[in-house]
């Protein structure tokens, strides 16, 4: 897949979602720093084979910007600030540029797993390959409402997180078939055409 540079070492935990939380008002991005923790978790449930098939099963699929990211809470439960290292959500707004599937607010916020804290250093996770996303970035997402946070939205699957850099679709999964696999690297015009098409 088409990543960003970062070291690798791996980093496994479980997690559970959390309540928002600060994040640095001066930038509208938590203080991140560090190479990658780069994290691997069991295999999702309702593996799709296709960009269609999981198009037809996503409650939402949105193209849009990030306009602010935000730190959460941390993820394990009793987690604590002087614990080695615990898992920390991160909260992005989108302002959505077209809905291509259900009927989202202009603005939504979205949750996913994005940093590791230790002591007071905040590194960025690498889920399966997937860095956190930074404000100004466009991003092509599938998701559904976020289980226990109403009115916000989580990933549908990590098959479903892209980001479109130059007009082309780009997916940084660690994975070597379905949907990733099939519009890394492509159009985004030919990738929607697939999704016309139900490919």
């Not at 159009?187 to 929607?192: G, H, P, S, T």
């Amino acid at each position: 897949m088409t990543g960003r540079k970062g070291t690798c070492g791996v980093f496994a935990a479980l997690a559970l979602l959390a309540v928002a939380c600060a994040s640095d008002p001066t930038s509208g991005s938590p203080q991140v720093a560090g190479e990658p923790v780069y994290l691997f978790t069991a295999p999702e449930p309702g593996y799709f084979a296709t960009i269609g098939e999981m198009f037809d099963e996503s409650p939402l699929v949105v193209l849009g910007e990030v306009v602010k990211v935000e730190r959460g809470e941390p993820m394990s439960e009793g987690a604590h600030p002087d614990e080695d290292s615990f898992l920390v959500m991160g909260l992005y707004t989108v302002r959505v540029t077209e809905a291509l599937k259900g009927t989202p607010d202009p603005t939504i916020i979205v949750r996913r797993t994005s940093f590791s804290q230790s002591g007071d250093e905040l590194r960025p996770v690498a889920l399966e390959g997937i860095l956190p996303n930074e404000v100004g970035d466009s991003v092509f997402w599938f998701l559904e409402e976020s289980d226990g946070s109403p009115g916000m939205l989580q990933a549908f699957r990590l098959q479903g997180i892209f980001e479109v850099r130059d007009g082309m679709v780009v997916s940084e999964l660690n994975v070597e078939h379905g949907p990733a696999h099939q519009v890394d690297g492509r159009l985004l015009a030919e990738v929607l055409d697939l999704l016309a098409e139900g490919s």
